[in-house]
């Protein structure tokens, strides 16, 4: 069974030794939750910062879809790839609070808005070949301009023509993380689903779920108190949060969080059709 945990200690330092700790006991990645009224270093900078302080484990800021520009997120995260050599996650923040929204001067978010943050980010993702970069010095070309896509993406509230100006992860796509309830509710597509509960009837009745709506993992969302082997062989893995993580021997790291997991690369949706 895979394993992760929330990560959110005071102060760089204290953040970095924890985040070192985790690696070292094998936890499959960390979280770093936040809110757009927290103060204090951002969840994608305090990954950023960890991205080379680490070797092994995935790293997964909360973004939030409603507050944060589709472009600027979808370009956070492909760099925060890129810096960590494959080992990036987001977790899909959604908050629609008024005094969160207020922060970036909005009144309110629209239906479908999330999922189509997540869409967007994995076209943009996708807008460069993997190949697109060719460094031919008989011609002085850096890249075939063929390779790059616009993904001419129409969204609820927005529009996004791309490409993005960071080249393809090294995962091919980000490892998308979130609640289980938007796949529910939101119908947002998942990577890693996770089921917050603490009654077992109740996590195998949303796993389920989880499952059908097409999450390709789905982990238990537990207090670090949680005796994991309650949920073993109904879950892919645990996530713990709430507490400093507990001690455990897990499974060996991949190269990229994708492979950590289990994942595939994915193709890319335009060199498949190009």
């Known amino acids: 069974m ?19 700790d985790a690696e070292r006991a094998g936890y499959a990645f960390v979280t770093f939750p936040d809110t757009p009224r927290r103060p204090g270093i951002e969840a994608g900078v305090r990954a950023a910062y960890l991205a080379r302080r680490t070797t ?5 800021p909360t973004l939030h879809a ?18 960590s050599l494959g080992r990036a996650g987001w977790v899909v923040g959604a908050t629609t609070a008024a005094e969160d929204l207020a922060t970036v001067g909005r009144t309110g ?19 460069w070949e993997d190949d697109a970069i060719i460094r031919d010095v008989a011609t002085g070309r850096f890249l075939d301009p063929r390779k790059v896509h616009h993904v001419d993406f129409e969204g609820s509230g927005f529009s996004v023509v791309g490409p993005l ?7 091919g796509q ?17 990577d890693v689903a996770l ?14 779920a989880a499952r059908a709506a097409g999450a390709a993992l789905v982990f238990a969302d537990v207090p670090a108190s949680f005796d994991p082997s309650l949920v073993e062989g109904l879950v892919d893995g645990v996530h713990f949060h709430g507490g400093p993580p507990p001690v455990i021997t ?5 190269a990229t969080l994708r492979e950590t997991l289990g994942l595939p690369r994915p193709l890319n949706r335009f060199a498949v059709t190009s």
């Open 2 to 20: 895979l394993f992760a945990t929330e990560v959110d200690a005071p102060g760089v330092a204290a953040l970095e030794r924890v985040v070192l």
């Open 250 to 254: 897990a499974s060996p790291h991949g």
């Open 174 to 190: 980000v490892v998308v993380i979130g609640s289980d309830e938007l796949t529910a509710v939101l119908d947002v597509a998942l």
């Open 56 to 60: 092994r484990i995935g790293l997964a």
């Open 165 to 171: 100006i960071t080249p393809r992860p090294p995962q």
């Open 109 to 127: 978010a629209g239906d479908g808005e999330v999922a189509d943050v997540v869409e967007v980010a994995r076209r943009l993702w996708d807008s």
């Open 195 to 208: 089921v917050r509960a603490t009654d077992v009837a109740e996590i195998a009745t949303r796993v389920a």
């Open 66 to 83: 409603t507050t944060t520009e589709p472009f600027h997120l979808a370009t956070q995260l492909a760099s925060l790839d890129h810096a």
